[in-house]
C-alpha cells in the first residue's frame, strides 16, 4: 500500500512518516485490546551486502523497531522455514513446517531407513 502511494526518493520521508504512524496505530490497538497484531511486510535483497544475509525488509527501520517480534518466512520446496530474527526473549532460531490440509505440521521424517527390498 505504502510503496504504491508513494513513488521515488522524494516521497519517502512522508511515506516513512506515514508507515510509522500506522504501526504505533497498530501497537496502541494490541495493546488496548489484549491482543497480537501481525503485520506482514515484503523483503528484498540488498546487492551492496557481501557477508551475512543480503535479505533487508522493505519497511526499514520503522518496521523493524517498532515491531516486537520479527519472523522471516522462507519456502523450501514442499517445506517451510520460520527463523526468528528479533525477539526481546527468544534467541534466534529457525523451525521447520508443512502446511498440509490438516493444518499445520511437522515436516515427515527424512532420516527413516526404507526397508531394502531383501529385507521384506
Known amino acids: 500500500m505504502f510503496r504504491s502511494?508513494?513513488?521515488?526518493?522524494?516521497?519517502?520521508?512522508?511515506?516513512?512518516q506515514r508507515?510509522?504512524?500506522?504501526?504505533?496505530?497498530?501497537?496502541?490497538?494490541?495493546e488496548t485490546y489484549n491482543c497480537a497484531a501481525i503485520a506482514t511486510n515484503q523483503?528484498?535483497?540488498?546487492?551492496?551486502?557481501?557477508?551475512?544475509?543480503?535479505?533487508?525488509a522493505i519497511g526499514g527501520n520503522v518496521v523493524a523497531h517498532t515491531s516486537t517480534y520479527?519472523?522471516?518466512?522462507?519456502?523450501s520446496g514442499k517445506k517451510r522455514i520460520a527463523r526468528m530474527v528479533d525477539s526481546p526473549h527468544h534467541p534466534e532460531e529457525e523451525v521447520i513446517f508443512t502446511v498440509t490440509e490438516s493444518g499445520i505440521t511437522d515436516p515427515e521424517d527424512d532420516t527413516k531407513k526404507k526397508k531394502k527390498p531383501e529385507e521384506e
Open 5 to 16: 502511494e508513494y513513488l521515488g526518493r522524494g516521497t519517502l520521508s512522508e511515506r516513512q
Open 19 to 30: 508507515l510509522n504512524r500506522f504501526m504505533h496505530l497498530l501497537v496502541r490497538t494490541a
Open 43 to 56: 523483503v528484498q535483497a540488498s546487492p551492496d551486502v557481501f557477508f551475512g544475509d543480503p535479505i533487508k
Open 70 to 75: 520479527r519472523i522471516y518466512f522462507k519456502k
